[in-house]
T-cell receptor, first 112, second 110 residues
């Protein structure tokens, strides 16, 4: 298995909702990432997990809450989002954080 | 993070070679040069990476200048499937992160 699987592919949520994005990989990669991508812009790093511990938070608002329950799974919990948070959310993993990142196809999130 | 500079866009014809340039004059000795590409409606895809020597793989070649202040991604025969945004990224040392710049939008004409 050489893929990063993200679910759901599309999500529409209200500003008062709570939802979660899920990311899974079975390549034995020890680093996992969340990126946010707005239309026609490059991906922006949000969080980095290394060996299941949060190692980097790029000053992301607390309405985004990451979780790494085990080495294969990464979640992003969403609460009280704003319409400007609408974007493509990408998950990635890498063997050791240096190279060979594998990205998922993303979850397209719309906040209404 | 060290910065890279790429042209906003480039055009190529199908089955011709493509040379995508990247300048990184502030590169440090421990920085690797990474290339990723993003096809429409997909996540980024790893293409190639290198440190000092030129590198080849099944997708592309990476030519690194002797002073490491610039590099060139070479697609030997462009296909329509190679139309994408190509990102040149520096990352290394104990830095567990990949920071994307604006990239180059490559258009391949039939």
């Amino acid at each position: 298995d050489t893929e990063v699987t993200q679910t759901p592919k599309h999500l529409v949520m209200g500003m008062t909702n709570k939802k979660s994005l899920k990311c899974e990989q079975h390549m034995g990669h020890r680093a996992m990432y969340w990126y946010k991508q707005k239309a026609k812009k490059p991906p922006e790093l949000m969080f980095v997990y290394s060996y299941e511990k949060l190692s980097i938070n790029e000053s992301v608002p607390s309405r985004f809450s990451p979780e790494c329950p085990n080495s294969s799974l990464l979640n992003l919990h969403l609460h009280a989002l704003q319409p400007e948070d609408s974007a493509l959310y990408l998950c990635a993993s890498s063997p050791d954080g240096y190279y060979g990142y594998t990205f998922g196809s993303g979850t397209r999130l719309t906040v209404v | 993070d060290a910065k890279t500079t790429q042209p906003n866009s480039m055009e190529s014809n199908e089955e011709e070679p493509v040379h995508l340039p990247c300048n990184h004059s502030t590169i440090s000795g421990t920085d690797y040069i990474h290339w990723y590409r993003q096809l429409p409606s997909q996540g980024p895809e790893y293409v190639i990476h290198g440190l000092t020597s030129n590198v080849n793989n099944r997708m592309a070649s990476l030519a690194i200048a002797e002073d490491r202040k610039s590099s060139t991604l070479i697609l030997h025969r462009a296909t329509l499937r190679d139309a994408a945004v190509y990102y040149c990224i520096l990352s290394g040392g104990s830095n567990y992160k990949l920071t994307f710049g604006k990239g180059t939008l490559l258009t391949v004409n039939p």
